[in-house]
């Protein structure tokens, strides 16, 4: 029973890698098969198909590294993950990026890891915060909402929403909505919503 509960978990940690790798502007480190999840407690249940770690989870993966104080795993009928749900103190890192918040989930068939609540994301000058970040696997979209903040060294921008697009491990495209706020770092002004534009947000 480990070994299979090692290796579907593998195939979720390999998925967070490449949300946290891309939101982070950094390529994901080759994927290795050496996963360790350790924890105080894990309750498997075989008749929801679902296996619950809880105490001190730790994934440590050759690509990602994750923390928190419950891990939930659903899986299909067939065998396939379903999901993911990992709470409390919940931190990833990956080379030097991190990302903080207190709920994570990744929902496999949709293709789509959920942050919640104080979310941090962090590599090196760059950093977005917000209530919640909602990452498209297939396009690469990010969505932050809830007092979403995007910081680079050139620009931050605030807002009630912000979307933006990675493409070749940097920020394309910014689009904003609610309250607006651009702040130009190396002149040190601002500018209201109907100045900002995903060329200026993202040069």
């Known amino acids: ?6 290796s579907r978990l593998a195939t979720i940690a390999v998925l967070l890698c490449l949300f946290h790798a891309q939101v982070c502007g950094q ?3 080759a994927i290795r098969k050496n996963t360790v999840i350790t924890s105080k407690t894990l309750e498997y249940d075989y008749k929801r198909s679902m ?7 730790e994934v440590v993966d050759p690509v990602l590294n994750v923390k928190s104080e419950k891990l939930t795993i659903l899986f299909e009928p067939g065998g396939g993950a379903k999901s993911a749900t990992a709470t409390g103190n919940v931190n990833l890192t990956h080379d030097g ?6 709920k994570a989930i990744y929902l496999v068939k949709e293709g789509e890891l959920i942050l919640m609540g104080d979310v ?3 590599n090196g000058d760059r950093v977005a915060t917000c209530e919640k970040a909602n990452y498209y696997v297939q ?3 990010v969505k932050l909402t809830g007092q979403a903040v995007l910081k680079r060294p050139t620009d931050t921008v605030r807002a009630n929403e912000v979307i933006f697009q990675i493409e070749k491990d940097d920020i ?3 689009k904003a909505t609610g309250n607006v706020q651009m702040e130009h770092n190396d002149a040190g002004s601002s500018v209201g919503a109907g100045l900002l534009s995903p060329s200026r947000a993202a040069p």
């Open 51 to 57: 296996a619950v770690f809880e105490t001190n989870v």
């Open 172 to 174: 394309e495209s910014v």
């Open 120 to 122: 941090v994301l962090r």
């Open 27 to 29: 390529a994901p480190a």
């Open 139 to 141: 396009t690469g979209q």
């Open 97 to 102: 990026s991190r990302g903080v918040c207190r």
């Open 1 to 6: 029973m480990r070994m299979l509960l090692i």
